[in-house]
Nanobody, 119 residues
Framework: QVQLVESGGGLVQAGGSLRLSCAASGRTFSSYTVGWFRQAPGKEREFLAAIVGSTFRTSYADSVKGRFTISRDNAKNTVYLQMNNLKPEDTAVYYC????????????WGQGTQVSVSS
């Protein structure tokens, strides 16, 4: 069982930066792949980035590549999402999720954190 808690959301002006954190419980956290997603009002949940637990290999959606960076600290059971050059269209609730490294289903989800970007 893994529990995830996001933090770091808030209100920022366009062009600004935020760093989101996803703190996880569980002794086997390093074996999980962790991803970040977001959902804006009236839109479907969107995959943003993921990082594999053992290799730290990363993947990104085209919409955030070059602006967002995912990283993790397995000693702290925490995954981060550094978001730079934020745009009003980045406004959404941001979620982290975890899955087994060889699995296809995101099993564990956090409660989400709001990010609002003003123009």
């Amino acid at each position: 069982q893994v529990q995830l808690v996001e933090s770091g959301g808030g209100l920022v002006q366009a062009g600004g930066s935020l760093r989101l954190s996803c703190a996880a419980s569980g002794r086997t956290f390093s074996s999980y792949t962790v991803g970040w997603f977001r959902q804006a009002p009236g839109k479907e949940r969107e995959f943003l980035a993921a990082i594999v637990g053992s290799t730290f290999r990363t993947s990104y959606a085209d919409s955030v590549k070059g602006r967002f960076t995912i990283s993790r600290d397995n000693a702290k059971n925490t995954v981060y999402l550094q978001m730079n050059n934020l745009k009003p269209e980045d406004t959404a609730v941001y979620y982290c999720a975890a899955k087994e490294s060889h699995g296809s289903i995101w099993v564990y989800w956090g409660q989400g954190t709001q990010v609002s970007v003003s123009s």
